[in-house]
């Protein structure tokens, strides 16, 4: 029994060394904000949400410029009727330029500006998304070690309890049946940690893959001190959602570009101005002169592509209105599934996880004084591991609900502020 003492103390001391060794070295790893920062930097999404932002500048400079004007020239051979005189040469050229009314241009120009603000809006979506997803790749990694950790823990402590078990077998204190239990423990709990480790490898080449730049190997890690989490305030996301969600920006965008393409279908029955200077030279005359055409709505009065216009502005519109109403719907199911989650990690880490170490502490004591058989310890021993198991993944949980909100809210929001 003093053995097993004995051999739980220095497993214990190993682990709370090799915990206080981890956490000296995670004050030099990589933090969650330097991760994400080497993602925005380097993976191709980010290139993709510039060449938007460079777009929407382009469209902004483009509907702004006068089209451009019109160059003709001809040129022939020619004789008097009657064929009396030889051929000579007949030329002509003329410069054209289209001006469009001030109403038109103005109208045309704010379609232009809406059309850049969604390209903008679609690039800042992008760089939300690619945030979301690097914040969401460091947290599981995170929960990938954890439970690894957890299971090397656990691996330790059955085979701490096999050794003792086996030993006592061989004395004549314990049962063979003990000993067989005891080893199948330590090789289930050995098979759990093999799949802990398998799965925080592949957690961590995403994270390698999502960075594109390489990372430093072996990679350290420095996770973010836990802290209370207090209930997101439901009123300001809203506020937050209406002013800043990309998808929402974009779709009243789009709305507010129809409306200006309408504006600039019914202004179209006023048609653009046509202006021209032309030079002729002739066998006769030589002509120069001044042309202004325009466009007589007489039959169609541009009728057709004001009935499509308005068409589009009122889907548009009602799009717009829809894209409202669904995120408001999904930012109401992500913020109850926040609390849900904050409740859940507070009360595994306060009540729960104190709870089934008092457990165990006490089967262990009960143990080497004989007063409780193996079976009660091995119980004990699972139920510790588990309510491990299960704070670490509602500390996943949290993280990845918060990233839910951030993704219809902003990366940039934060429930501590």
């Given at each position: 029994m003093r053995s097993f003492h004995r051999r739980v103390s220095l497993t214990s001391v190993v682990l709370a060394t090799c915990l206080a060794s981890g956490r000296s070295h995670a004050e030099e790893g990589l933090g969650v904000d330097a991760y994400v920062e080497t993602v925005l930097r380097s993976h191709p999404g980010a290139r993709q949400a510039a060449a938007l932002e460079e777009a929407a500048a382009a469209e902004r400079r483009a509907v702004r410029r006068l089209p451009d004007p019109s160059l003709e020239y001809s040129r022939g051979r020619a004789r008097p009727a009657g064929g009396a005189a030889s051929r000579a040469s007949e030329s002509g050229f003329s410069i054209s330029q289209t001006i469009p009314w001030p109403g038109t241009f103005?109208?045309?120009?704010?379609?232009?500006?809406?059309?850049?603000?969604?390209?903008?809006?679609?690039?800042?979506?992008?760089?939300?998304e690619?945030?979301?997803?690097?914040?969401?790749?460091?947290?599981?990694?995170?929960?990938?070690?954890?439970?690894?950790?957890?299971?090397?823990?656990?691996?330790a402590d059955a085979l701490a309890l096999r050794d003792l078990t086996t030993r006592r077998a061989e004395l004549g204190e314990a049962r063979e049946t003990d000993r067989i239990k005891s080893e199948v423990e330590w090789l289930r709990q050995r098979s759990v940690r093999r799949a802990a480790d398998r799965e925080a490898g592949a957690a961590e080449e995403v994270l390698r893959t999502l960075a594109v730049e390489p990372l430093p190997r072996p990679l350290v890690l420095r996770a973010e001190p836990a802290r209370p989490m207090p209930a997101p305030d439901a009123a300001v996301l809203r506020d937050r959602l209406g002013r800043a969600n990309p998808r929402l920006l974009a779709a009243r965008a789009a709305s507010e570009r129809e409306s200006a393409l309408l504006s600039v279908a019914r202004r179209g029955r006023i048609p653009d101005l046509e202006v021209a200077w032309f030079r002729e030279e002739e066998l006769d005359k030589e002509a120069t002169g001044f042309m202004v055409g325009v466009r007589v709505p007489l039959w169609d009065a541009n009728r057709g592509a004001i009935a499509r216009a308005e068409a589009a502005s009122t889907f548009a519109a009602a799009g717009a209105e829809r894209v409202f109403?669904?995120?408001?719907?999904?930012?109401?199911r992500a913020r109850q599934e926040l609390e849900?989650?904050?409740?859940?990690?507070?009360?595994?880490?306060?009540?729960?996880?104190?709870?089934?170490?008092?457990?165990?502490?006490?089967?262990?004591?009960?143990?080497?004084?004989?007063?409780?058989?193996?079976l009660d310890l091995l119980d004990a021993q699972r139920t510790f591991r588990e309510t491990q198991r299960e704070a670490a993944a509602s500390r996943l949980a949290l993280a990845l609900a918060l990233a839910e909100v951030q993704r219809l809210v902003g990366p940039d929001y934060d429930p501590w502020r």
């Open positions: 103005s109208a045309n120009v704010r379609a232009g500006d809406r059309a850049a603000d969604a390209l903008r809006a679609e690039g800042v979506g992008a760089r939300w690619l945030e979301i997803e690097a914040r969401s790749a460091f947290a599981r990694l995170l929960h990938a070690r954890d439970a690894s950790e957890i299971g090397r823990a656990a691996e109403l669904d995120l408001t719907a999904a930012l109401e849900g989650a904050v409740a859940r990690a507070a009360t595994l880490d306060r009540e729960i996880l104190p709870a089934a170490t008092r457990g165990l502490d006490l089967a262990r004591f009960s143990y080497r004084e004989g007063e409780t058989s193996l």
